[in-house]
């Protein structure tokens, strides 16, 4: 057997016999290679593995600038290959079975087994802590169960032939502070998260606690396929107080529909305040959608809207705008006592102005009536849409006897089911849904009357005043 030491053939046998050896070479007593330089070639002439002056190995490279340094200049073969494992075992079961430790830094990465009698999984108990990750930092002082500077724990919760179970925890200590290191969140074996909680499957799949109170967030998440949604909620300890609940009403993927909703609650009791449905429209108080924006309250002294304007100036001020294509046509204004409905009228936005004509003629065509609303038998004077559209057109919205396609549940959705670690135990079945025809009513603005009234005061004015003076021309006649 030959080897190159510092590039000069040496010869195997060397004497071993004294502590150091005066010819570098190979010991064939212990097999020990002594040189300042210690190269193994391969039979092609290529060095493949060195062990320079300083104790490094270097596989692949002449250079190796740590203990072990490991270069790959193909992508194949593998640069380690462990087949069909990697088993790391330590006679003494409090003893890390694999340490990495950065002295200058004082972290390490410890890869530890609590019970280092059992020979494999199908041997152990509940308990036993298998193929652990710990990650632990510490001051100059060294490493001590109260001197922790952050902790990231990799761990069982239970190993059986029948189930396994894990989690990831994460801990850390307060600035300057010598305690034990504190839990800060962790991912359990169902893969709920939990952040200021070590009990996350109590509130779903993401818990959020503030340190300091019973107050934090839970959300739900699961797939269109499965009818899931996202569900946000506060508790107190361990009651829902409030939440924001997105629920599929249909989960058929490709044509999804889903609606958010939102509750609070009050003296316990939690109720839905608020929802968007599938369409985009806006109800508070209400499940049912009348328009874009529902409002639904009851009782004579609630508002369904208040708007406050807390200028303290005597002009009038702009409460609601309305626009149509970008372009102001009309706001509800306030002064200190009144309210103004105003829509627009500017000169700048008319032309052709011409006099009205025949306005006693079409005064006379109103037919206006006193009637009873069937709805509460209360009796109005006013006009019928239909008849008023005949004489003033502008006044009316609508037409007479008009339908309209309406969109009604005829079941509700019901939510989907789930267990305390947020896995889905029943389906969302979504809401039958249903079209049917009902009247689309006319409306009308009455205000939109005025210029006609008035025009037909002003030529009745004008009959008046001829009457009048021919009555005191007659008389003035001897």
Request: glycine letters at 10%.
């Amino acid at each position: 057997m030959t080897v190159t030491i510092n590039g000069t053939t040496g010869i195997a046998g060397v004497d071993g016999s004294a502590a150091t050896p005066a010819v570098q070479g190979v010991d064939t007593n212990t097999g020990v290679f002594y040189g300042t330089d210690i190269v193994a070639v391969s039979t092609g002439g290529t060095e493949r593995m060195r062990v320079n002056a300083s104790g490094n190995v270097g596989i692949g490279t002449t250079t190796p600038d740590s203990v072990l340094t490991i270069n790959k200049n193909s992508a194949a073969p593998a640069a380690i290959t462990v087949n069909p494992y990697l088993n790391i075992v330590g006679a003494n079961s409090d003893s890390p079975k694999l340490n990495f430790d950065a002295y200058a830094s004082n972290n390490n990465v410890t890869f530890r087994r609590a019970n280092g009698t059992q020979a494999s999984p199908s041997a152990l108990s509940s308990g036993d802590q298998i193929g652990n990750l710990s990650v632990f930092g510490y001051g100059a002082t060294g490493y001590t169960t109260t001197n922790r500077g952050f902790v990231a724990f990799f761990a069982d919760e239970a190993w059986t032939d029948a189930a396994q179970g894990s989690r990831i925890t994460f801990a850390t200590t307060g600035v300057g502070t010598a305690a034990a290191a504190t839990e800060r969140m962790r991912i359990d074996s169902s893969g709920n998260v939990g952040i200021g909680t070590t009990a996350a499957s109590s509130y779903g799949r993401l818990a959020v606690m503030t340190p300091t109170s019973n107050f934090g967030f839970f959300g739900i998440a699961n797939s269109v396929a499965s009818g899931g949604g996202v569900n946000i909620a506060q508790y107190y300890g361990t009651v829902k107080i409030s939440y924001i609940d997105s629920t599929l009403e249909n989960g058929t993927p490709g044509a999804e529909t889903a609606r958010l909703t939102f509750a609070t609650s009050t003296a316990g009791t939690l109720t839905e305040r608020m929802r968007i449905d599938s369409s985009g429209n806006v109800l508070i108080q209400e499940t049912t959608s009348y328009a874009r924006f529902t409002v639904t309250h009851a009782g004579a002294t609630e508002f369904a809207i208040t708007t406050n304007n807390t200028n303290t100036g005597g002009a009038s001020q702009t409460s609601v705008g309305f626009r149509r294509n970008g372009a102001f046509v009309g706001t509800i204004t306030t002064t200190a006592s009144a309210t103004a409905y105003n829509t627009s009228s500017d000169y700048r936005l008319k032309e052709d102005l011409q006099p009205m004509a025949n306005v006693i003629d079409r005064v006379l065509a109103l037919k206006p009536v006193n009637f009873a609303w069937k709805i509460d038998s209360s009796r109005v004077d006013g006009f019928l849409a239909h008849e008023a559209q005949d004489v003033v057109p502008e006044c009316v919205t609508g037409t007479k006897d008009a339908m309209r396609d309406e969109e009604y549940e005829i079941t509700a959705v019901i939510e989907a089911t789930y267990d305390d670690e947020g896995n889905e135990l029943t389906a969302v079945v979504p809401a039958v849904m249903g079209t049917r025809s009902v009247p689309d009513y006319q409306g009308i603005d009455q205000s939109k009357l005025v210029p006609l009234l008035t025009a037909a005061i002003q030529e009745q004015q004008a009959m008046i005043t001829a009457l009048t003076n021919r009555i005191t021309a007659l008389e003035a006649t001897p």
